[in-house]
């Protein structure tokens, strides 16, 4: 078990386009979450999953942000139509529902939209 | 709504010195509460994570207390060395999301 991943660690994309981002929890982990930061702020909550079921979304996500876990495993969060204020750090967090509600984040994916 | 508030949001101190870094939420009805590292340009670390029904913990050198009737929370951190330069987050938690502040950005000059 190596923790959180989360793949690319560095995205850079022209405004308009498609990008979309990997999360693998570590593996017993049932509960995945995606958060935003911007620079010089803490993380916000956008959505999460307990296994492939998605429980809630933030209003930060807009129609252009759509995230699955189609087999309760790994995640994937899709921003279509990217804009400059999408520019952030996307960060994936995993627990177990029943454990001890620490949340393990990944190290982030920055993306920078020109 | 809950907020959560971070004060000072920088600070610089010598090493060697115990300094104590503030956390306050607005909303007493939490679940629990957790302390974040975090490395410039990195993910987060977990320090300490304080229960609702707890009043503190403690790991190394870091002792975190909470106060949930004040809405408060302090991390206090001994003999500071210059790793320990970083920004600390508090993240207030409900059932399953957390709430974060804006961090304090903390340097410790060797």
């Known amino acids: 078990d190596t923790g959180v991943s989360q793949n690319p660690r560095h995205k850079i994309t022209k405004r308009g386009q498609n990008v979309t981002f990997r999360c693998d929890p570590i593996s017993e982990h049932n509960r995945l979450y995606w958060y935003r930061q911007t620079l010089g702020q803490g993380p916000e909550f956008l959505t999460y999953?307990?296994?492939?079921?998605?429980?809630?979304k933030s209003r930060l996500l807009s129609d252009r942000f759509s995230a699955e876990r189609p087999k309760g495993s790994f995640s994937t969060l899709e921003i279509q139509r990217t804009e400059q204020g999408d520019s952030a750090m996307y960060l994936c967090a995993s627990n177990h529902r029943g454990g001890t509600d620490t949340q393990y984040f990944g190290p982030g994916t920055r993306l920078t939209v020109l | 709504k809950q907020e959560v508030t971070q004060i000072p949001a920088a600070l610089s101190v010598p090493e060697g010195e115990n300094l104590v870094l503030n956390c306050s939420f607005t909303?007493?009805?939490?679940?629990?509460l957790q302390w974040f590292r975090q490395d410039p340009g990195k993910g987060l670390t977990s320090l300490l994570l304080i229960q609702s029904s707890q009043r503190e913990q403690t790991s190394g050198r870091l002792n975190a207390s909470l106060d949930k009737s004040s809405g408060r929370s302090t991390l206090y951190i001994a003999a500071s060395q210059p790793g320990d330069s970083a920004t600390y987050l508090c993240a207030v938690g409900g059932t399953y999301k957390y709430i974060f502040g804006t961090g304090t950005r903390l340097k410790v000059l060797a």
């Open positions: 999953f307990q296994n492939e079921a998605q429980l809630e």
């Open positions: 909303d007493s009805a939490i679940y629990n």
